[in-house]
């Protein structure tokens, strides 16, 4: 009786622990840096009992979980860019899943058509502009970066970052390749430097006096006015958002998808449900400067400063350009190309 009873509670202890290492963690691949997810991820752990183990990386996470193929640890992956997620996505890499959480939380605008990736913070590429030696009112589009009277004037990180090519992205899918073509070159001729550094070091070198316009992303204000070091170019630049009268500021987002051989898909699930809830809105909105999907989330107090966005997220004043977003990840090849040819960098 006394061996019976000592192999069950023998077998109890080995079934928790196989019951416990599949449901109660979730391995995430993630683009996103530490600083941002901390604190919520350890929020999730606490209220599920999920351990989320998180390999954070700022290069090659594609290319890794490629390699990596049905042995992949990874759950499900978070990133910045669209391009990236359309990338995961057209290599088979994600798999779909449903949630009626997520579906309530995230406009469908801002998911995958077939569910393969959800929007959870989007981003708007705005002018900055010297706020000593351009009027605002002399700006009204991303085509202004190419008039003569900004020669040597406007700063740029490559032309093949991300961010620049879903730029140029969304300028095919309106405009076509060749509109964007000369739009390139005509935006290289009138370059103060090489494109070097990130969105950041544009608006130094507009603070600098090296040059006076720069495409950057909304939230850099944010953080450079809250790092000591970096305030005085943010209070150098004024942001202009591009294209009110036309299709609208160019956007791009944030998002997160599950990989096709998850091993803890409903815990991934769960995570991105969190990721959709609005703890995590908050935390986007507030401490990167983002603009959160799920309605009624509150923006920080310096993105209100510079313009809400306007289409059913937060009522306010800016219109993004929503309308190439679902393309933006299928003409990236073709943006590169453009890039390319105009011989940007
Ligand atoms: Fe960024």
């Keep these: 009786m006394k061996t019976i009873l000592l192999f069950l509670s023998f077998m109890s202890i080995v079934t928790f622990n196989v019951y416990s290492k599949e449901k109660k963690e979730v ?14 991820l350890k929020v999730f752990e606490q209220k599920t009992g999920i351990k989320v183990n998180v390999f954070f990386t700022k290069k090659g996470l594609i290319e890794r979980l490629k390699n990596e193929g049905k042995n992949t640890p990874a759950d499900a992956i ?20 449903e949630s009626k959480v997520v579906s309530e939380n995230i406009p469908s605008k801002f998911r995958h058509e077939k569910n393969l990736w959800v929007g959870l913070s989007a981003r708007a590429r705005i002018i900055y502009y010297s706020k000593d030696r351009v009027s605002p009112k002399d700006l009204q589009s991303y085509k202004d970066l190419t008039s003569k009277k900004f020669k040597g004037k406007i700063c740029s990180r490559s032309g093949l970052h991300n961010y620049n090519l879903a730029l140029v992205s969304s300028m095919i899918f309106h405009h076509g390749e060749e509109y964007s073509l000369k739009w390139a070159k005509e935006v290289k001729a009138n370059l103060a430097r090489k494109p070097q550094g990130n969105d950041r070091s544009q608006v130094k070198a507009i603070a600098e006096g090296l040059c006076d316009l720069a495409l950057g992303n909304t939230y850099y204000m944010g953080k450079m006015l809250e790092n000591p070091k970096q305030r005085t170019w943010a209070a150098s630049a004024g942001i202009f958002f591009p294209d009110q009268k036309g299709v609208g500021t160019h956007v791009n987002l944030s998002g997160a998808g599950i990989t096709k051989y998850a091993k803890n898909k409903e815990n991934a699930i769960k995570l991105i449900e969190f990721l959709s809830g609005d703890l995590a809105q908050h935390m986007y909105a507030q401490v990167n400067h983002e603009y959160p999907l799920k309605k ?33 990840g299928n003409l990236r090849e073709k943006a590169i190309k453009v890039m390319q040819r105009a011989g940007f960098n």
Excluded: C, H, W
């Design 27 to 40: 391995n995430l691949y993630s683009y996103r840096q530490e600083f941002l997810l901390k604190p919520f």
């Design 296 to 328: 009624n989330v509150n923006l920080s107090l310096i993105v209100q400063s510079f313009g809400k966005m306007q289409d059913g997220i937060t009522k306010g004043s800016f219109k993004q350009d929503l309308v190439s977003l679902p393309k933006l």
């Design 78 to 97: 978070l990133t910045v860019d669209i391009g990236n997620l359309s990338k995961i996505a057209n290599l088979g890499l994600f798999q779909p899943f």
